[in-house]
């Protein structure tokens, strides 16, 4: 597959590629969290835009580098944080929806490799539509995390 | 000093008076000082004060080293305690990113005396051992602590602290997720619980609300 016209986009991004077949999603700015080294469980966040007329359901999602992966929200409720799963996410004709730390996430389920930053994950979102929407999320720290955190001595 | 002789001594009398006056009001202003505690602090929304603060009993943690974690550990300097669990890939991570935020910005306060400890309690002793807090913890600060235990021994330090956490059982028992409380709390040098933060969080609005709480905890001392 070829990133093609995206690539401008993606330079802008730097951390993301997406490519889409006959679906009408765009994702940017995908990318999953670096955890310590043995992490198992890691979140990737992104922005999934509908540029369409029809209302697109993402309803599954998986990546060759986990075991499992699923949609999560992350909601604090009565001063409780807890994550629920949601078996579909509606990305509605015309608007997008933000996949973003202490809220929505792609939940990303035993690693097969330990990942670290620069490493990328393949993410395939299968949709509604019978298609799928392959991303690719660069692992990097946490922007939080902010300078003077150098995590790259961690797996060097 | 500028005024002519004609008119020193009327000088001299003003400023006799003003003196006199200045000293009363000096005074007063220091007895007051003395006789009432200072105002309690103005805290963020999202900060709550105990009044009184809450005596803790004693309890028999581990930290990520293995070492002992009882009450004694929090006594002699302020602690905050964040819980969650190693296999929380969301708000755990993004909260011990935002307490090492914290930490950086504290760390730059005039006062070092009031450096306080940063602590991760699991809520999921079932598979937080030491070793794993180890690569988990101090890969967000090298400074933070990680703590756990046994289960009732975990039960007896978040019950005291009003913390809640619910294992919710699912279809693979090796990957169940834990629900729990998202406040991060702070604990005086006394040991007791003195405050309370709730989410979301604004590092530079909690570094004032702690500087606030240290400095009329060390007044009213
Ligand atoms: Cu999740």
Excluded at chain 1, 85 to 101: F, R
Excluded at chain 1, 109 to 138: C, Y
Excluded at chain 2, 86 to 96: A, M, Q, R, S
């Amino acid at each position: 597959m070829k990133i093609g016209s995206l690539s401008a986009f993606a330079l802008f991004c730097s951390v993301w590629a997406a490519t889409a077949q006959a679906d009408a999603l765009t994702v940017s700015g995908a990318w999953v969290r670096e955890g310590p080294p043995t992490t198992q469980v890691l979140a990737g966040y992104a922005q999934i835009a509908n540029p369409g007329t029809q209302d697109i359901t993402i309803v599954g999602a998986r990546s060759p580098q986990f075991d499992t992966v699923e949609i999560h929200r992350t909601e604090i409720v009565e001063g409780m944080a807890r994550m629920i799963a949601q078996p579909e996410l509606v990305i509605p004709a015309g608007g997008s929806v933000s996949l973003e730390p202490g809220g929505l996430h792609l939940m990303l389920i035993q690693a097969q490799n330990p990942l670290a930053s620069g490493d990328h994950v393949e993410i395939q979102l299968q949709l509604n539509n019978g298609t799928q929407l392959r991303v690719d999320a660069e692992v990097r720290p946490d922007p939080d995390a902010g300078a003077g955190m150098d995590h790259s001595h961690h797996h060097h | 000093m500028h005024n002519s002789p004609k008119y020193s001594c009327d000088g001299k009398g003003l400023t006799l008076w003003l003196v006199a006056i200045a000293a009363l009001i000096g005074g007063v202003l220091a007895a007051n000082q003395l006789l009432q505690p200072p105002a309690a602090p103005v805290l963020s929304q999202s900060t709550t004060r105990l009044v009184p603060a809450r005596v803790l009993q004693a309890f028999e943690l581990i930290d990520h080293t293995g070492a002992a974690f009882n009450l004694e550990r929090l006594r002699g300097h302020w602690s905050f305690l964040f819980f969650g669990y190693t296999h929380c890939p969301d708000i755990c991570p993004t909260t011990l990113n935002t307490l090492n935020v914290l930490a950086r910005t504290i760390a730059t306060l005039p006062e070092p005396a009031s450096t306080p400890q940063y602590l991760f309690v699991s809520v999921d002793p079932e598979r937080d051992t030491p070793e794993l807090l180890a690569k988990f913890v101090p890969y967000f600060n090298p400074t933070f602590i990680g703590v756990t235990g046994t289960t009732s021994a975990i039960d007896m330090l978040t019950k005291q602290l009003s913390i809640m956490h619910m294992k919710i059982e699912s279809d693979r028992p090796d990957n169940y997720l834990v629900d729990h409380s998202a406040a991060l709390l702070l604990i005086d040098p006394q040991g007791n619980l003195h405050a309370l933060m709730s989410p979301p969080f604004d590092t530079d609005r909690m570094t004032q609300d702690f500087q606030k709480l240290t400095a009329y905890y060390e007044a009213i001392q």
